[in-house]
């Protein structure tokens, strides 16, 4: 029992990580239908500007992490602008062009912090929680806590503001949402730059918890990615379940399938994916080519 | 127009991106009196960068030297980095491309897996390669070609055993090691090392060279309360494997190779975390002998840097290889790599003599880490 809930609590902790992850896949393929193969890049970016700022300027974490969504958000304003020509013309290309941001970024990280990366101190000081037996880190809290309360108010904004209401219509319809006046370039523009946030959140959330190098994007991509697909592509519930689901089932495919784990973990996927295309969510994907 | 000139932007962006990067461009057409020509084969990006890039200087500084004492006979050594990035792969295309351009030897790689990649096809081309890789699977291969920096897994894990068991009557074991070539190494060499002692371990945790979250695994291993973790993996996630361990209330002491002797697992562990944990290394520290102090001071003078295992690893790799070339008067082949096998050195990590399987070094000392730093064990 032990084991179980401890494991729950490791698959809980990076599954809130998957899942900001991947609702930044997501946002940006719901208002454009792209899958943006530069989200794990950014995620990198956003960890090393959370602790740089953190580490040599002595931020305080908070204060960091505000700063690596300003960076990153840059990052996706920048992204955007130079793939909105393509808007609506070749998707192909704009997916190709993301991978060559997505490459570009690391060779970026790679030129300005170097290529060995650095491990990052807990910003919290006090240890673990022991509830019965069960030793619950107080970072992992954090994480889970802060993972939470992006998630609400990524859902107040779509919800409930003008923005958000603008940025779900070009979402259902494009063409409609520009005949009754919204500008589709800049909710296009917004929606990357949310999901560059969400990554620097990412980012700065698992750097004190994994080491910060030019390359960890790769695998916290591509486990975001698997997220997003396994909940729904484009559902943000979606993405907050199936990064929740993936991380869970890593964590226990780790347990009980040792060496096999990742294999086990991809089969699964492969399984839930093959019953259910359109993923646990089932929403109508999102088609703009 | 607009559309087509992005498309061909957009093209070019991916080109460049997929472009080799920082790997230098050898030359072609080295003749017998132009320069001789070395390559180094390390990752200088990813995960592993920071031992290729140790390895690099370690081998920069013993060519330098060399270079400046008059060469080779007369003839300057040119070294070429090549990026293998610590993927086998890349470290396969590497191989073709060093035995491609006339290289004469290959010092490198720091990892394994890609000198395991790399090797058949070295050893085709006839060049030698002196490696810092150590699992046992590069001494089976039995290659006349290739030559180990430093002892192999095994007897890093037997001293390591010999420690913990024989004099410290450790009997309560567990083990988490990474199924990749240098943790499978580790994890078969120290469980048959347990076993001839009748020592079996409480746990035997494998975990992925990916994995991150070791949760599940550390939990079962709480459950039978070792005394002490084997931790058979690369630096970083042997430090994070470290922290995590902490975090989950395992007291016990953490025992490894070589990578628990680095401050990038030290770091990523925690200072406070890594402290205590038992090193098996051929090199401690840089004050354990005058000649490795007198390496260290002038490594720092050079690279601004503390020097440490890998870069001292590297550095006796690459003189060894002046060495030889001086007796073979810069030619490679087999009669390169005879020479090597020949080449009796007292070197930064020990008395290298090579054996039948390219074996360099056949002892290790035992280490504690303290602040971060790994201080002989009999001084602590």
Redesign the interface.
């Given at each position: 029992m032990q084991v179980f809930l401890q494991t729950l609590i490791g698959g809980v902790t990076f599954g809130a990580v998957y899942a900001l992850v991947a609702m930044g896949f997501s946002i940006v393929y719901r208002t454009m239908g792209l899958v943006n193969f530069a989200h794990g890049s950014v995620v990198m970016i956003g960890a090393y500007a959370a602790s740089t700022f953190y580490m040599t300027t002595r931020l305080p974490f908070a204060v960091a992490i505000v700063v690596a969504i300003a960076v990153t958000g840059l990052i996706g304003l920048v992204i955007e602008r130079f793939l909105r020509p393509l808007e609506n013309k070749d998707f192909t290309l704009m997916l190709i062009g993301t991978i060559g941001f997505g490459a570009v970024l690391e060779a970026g990280a790679v030129l300005i912090w170097g290529a060995t990366g650095h491990a990052v101190p807990s910003p919290v000081a006090t240890g673990p929680l022991d509830v019965a037996g069960i030793r619950v880190p107080t970072y992992s809290l954090l994480v889970i806590a802060v993972a939470a309360a992006a998630t609400g108010l990524l859902a107040l904004f779509l919800q409930h503001t003008k923005r958000g209401a603008a940025m779900q219509a070009v979402a259902m319809d494009h063409q409609a949402a520009t005949a009754v006046g919204i500008h589709v370039g800049r909710s296009n523009a917004l929606a990357f730059a949310i999901g560059a946030g969400l990554a620097a959140l990412a980012g700065s959330l698992i750097g004190p918890m994994l080491y910060v190098n030019p390359t960890m994007g790769g695998t916290l991509g591509i486990k975001g990615f698997a997220a997003a697909m396994l909940g729904g592509f484009g559902s943000m519930p979606g993405a907050i379940v199936g990064g929740l689901a993936f991380g869970l089932l890593d964590s226990f495919a780790a347990g009980n399938f040792q060496e096999y784990s990742e294999l086990v973990t991809f089969l699964v996927f492969a399984a839930v994916v093959m019953i259910r295309p359109t993923g646990i969510f089932g929403e109508a994907t999102v088609n703009r080519a | 127009m607009?559309?087509t000139r992005?498309?061909i932007a957009?093209?070019a962006?991916?080109a460049?991106?997929?472009c080799a990067?920082p790997g230098q461009q050898a030359e072609q057409g080295a003749t017998a009196t132009g320069p001789i020509k070395i390559a180094n084969a390390n990752a200088?990006?990813?995960?592993l960068?920071?031992l290729g890039?140790w390895e690099h200087k370690g081998v920069k500084l013993a060519i330098d030297e060399a270079n400046k004492a008059g060469g080779i006979n007369g003839r300057q050594i040119q070294l070429d980095l090549f990026d293998s990035q610590g993927d086998p792969t890349v470290g396969t295309n590497v191989a073709r491309k060093i035995a491609a351009e006339g290289y004469v030897a290959m010092l490198g790689t720091a990892e394994s897996a890609v000198t395991l990649a790399m090797a058949p096809i070295l050893k085709d081309a006839r060049i030698p390669n002196i490696t810092s890789g150590q699992s046992p699977k590069l001494a089976e291969l039995k290659s006349p070609f290739l030559f180990l920096n430093a002892p192999t897994s095994v007897t890093f894990d037997e001293t390591l055993a010999k420690y913990l068991v024989d004099d410290k009557g450790h009997k309560k074991i567990a083990l988490i090691s990474?199924?990749g070539a240098y943790g499978a190494g580790e994890h078969d060499a120290f469980l048959s090392s347990l076993r001839t002692r009748n020592v079996t371990p409480l746990a035997d945790?494998?975990?992925?060279p990916?994995?991150?979250?070791?949760?599940?695994?550390?939990?079962?291993i709480?459950?039978q309360d070792p005394e002490v973790l084997f931790i058979g993996a690369e630096e970083?996630q042997s430090?994070?494997i470290a922290k995590?361990a902490r975090?989950?209330?395992i007291k016990a002491v953490f025992a490894g190779g070589a990578p628990v002797g680095t401050d990038?697992y030290a770091?990523?562990a925690?200072l406070k975390n890594a402290e205590g944990t038992v090193v098996s290394s051929p090199y401690l520290s840089n004050d354990a002998t005058p000649e490795i102090k007198a390496f260290a001071e002038k490594y720092k003078a050079a690279y601004h840097e503390e020097a440490r295992m890998h870069v001292a690893k590297a550095y006796d790799g690459a003189s060894i290889l002046i060495e030889a070339l001086k007796q073979t008067n810069g030619a490679g082949g087999q009669k390169l790599a005879d020479a090597i096998r020949g080449v009796k050195r007292a070197g930064l990590l020990g008395d290298y003599a090579y054996d039948a399987n390219g074996v360099g070094i056949h002892e290790t000392k035992i280490g504690l880490v303290k602040d971060g730093k790994v201080v002989p064990e009999a001084a602590s």
């Open positions: - | 607009h559309f992005f498309s957009a093209a962006l991916v460049l991106a997929a990067p200088q990006s990813g995960q960068s920071s890039q990474n199924n945790e494998v975990v992925t990916d994995q991150k979250d070791f949760n599940a695994n550390l939990a079962k709480r459950e970083v430090g994070l995590q975090e989950l209330g990038v770091t990523t925690g």
